[in-house]
């Protein structure tokens, strides 16, 4: 008698098309996270309400792309089949009805996010993932005020999103497994590497990355060492791919101020904002968006 072959053993290709991610807000986290979306090829729904500021970042992601081109990272084919794959939409309802997934990526502000979202669920499908890319903010909170926990998760991206490994899943006090279990196969399939935490204050990211930064400015604001000498010792001496002083001007000092501000409420003295952040912020010295922060920024490059 013969053995039969195990067709059990067979390798399947996996046919399921994938899910369709609808990206909300067109800012620098939404545009970085729309082209890893379509780059890795998902249907990708990038909304701003301001037309010109979601072709902007269209503009940006196919920039960014041709540099990739340049630099022999992707081919001409993959970069436009990445901007094929975008839509923009300056509708809510356009953005969100046949999504999968849906990540929110608007400014740290909690009525903001939940008034958005409280939107989204009137035109998205019962079974789409709601996410957001909060950095600090509470996504218990952010469930349970737009009456759909279960299914609400942080995705928190790192910035520049196409470039950062690390994706932060926030489990909220009653997100459901099953949309944990999304948000992993989520994460592998934009070739990131994914770390579950428990939703309390700035998470472990935020919360170990703000406290360096803050100390770093605190430094800075009392002559220990120049801003470039400062990121140096983290550079070098730490293998910090980036200073913190940088990384700062990167995120947004406003950005920074905001998420030390929650935390100095929820946690603690030692997250109080420095006096120099401040002072930064209200002089509108923003970090790169603005052209100036702890650097000088000139075509996208840190003087």
Same mark, same amino acid.
């Given at each position: @008698? ?53 072709? &902007?970042?269209?503009? &940006? ?25 975008? #839509? ?34 009137? %035109? ?20 349970? $005020?737009? %009456? ?26 009653? #997100?459901?497994?099953?949309?944990? &279990? ?51 010792? @983290? ?20 950005? $920074? ?14 997250? $109080? ?26 075509? &996208?490059?840190?003087?």
């Amino acid at each position: @008698m013969t053995d039969q072959p195990n067709r059990l053993s067979r390798p399947t290709l996996d046919l399921r098309p994938r899910p369709t991610i609808a990206v909300l807000g067109s800012g620098t986290m939404g545009q970085g996270i729309a082209q890893i979306a379509a780059s890795t090829g998902h249907q990708t729904h990038l909304f701003d309400s301001d037309i010109a500021r979601a072709q &902007g970042a269209l503009a &940006g992601i196919a920039s960014q792309l041709e540099r990739m081109v340049a630099k022999g990272k992707i081919d001409s084919a993959a970069s436009s089949a990445a901007i094929s794959a975008i #839509t923009l939409d300056t509708s809510v309802s356009e953005a969100v009805h046949n999504a999968d997934i849906i990540i929110e990526a608007i400014p740290e502000q909690m009525e903001m996010k939940v008034t958005l979202l409280t939107e989204v669920l009137k %035109h998205a499908p019962s079974h789409a993932m709601i996410a957001s890319n909060t950095s600090s903010l509470s996504i218990t909170e952010i469930g349970a $005020r737009i %009456h759909a926990s279960a299914r609400t998760v942080g995705l928190h991206f790192f910035n520049p999103p196409p470039v950062m490994e690390l994706l932060e899943i926030v489990r909220g006090l009653e #997100t459901s497994e099953e949309i944990i &279990g999304k948000a992993l196969k989520l994460a592998e399939g934009l070739g990131k590497t994914a770390i579950v935490v428990r939703d309390t204050a700035g998470f472990a990211s935020s919360r170990l990355g703000v406290i360096l930064g803050a100390e770093a400015i605190r430094m800075l604001e009392s002559g220990v060492a120049s801003a470039k000498d400062i990121d140096r010792a @983290m550079e070098l001496g730490y293998r910090h791919p980036m200073g913190p002083l940088k990384l700062t001007d990167l995120v947004g000092l406003d950005v $920074r101020l905001s998420i030390l501000e929650h935390l100095q409420r929820e946690i603690g003295e030692q997250f $109080r904002p420095p006096g120099l952040l401040r002072m930064m912020v209200r002089a509108g010295k923003l970090g790169k968006k603005t052209g100036q922060g702890f650097y000088t920024w000139k075509d &996208g490059v840190a003087q």
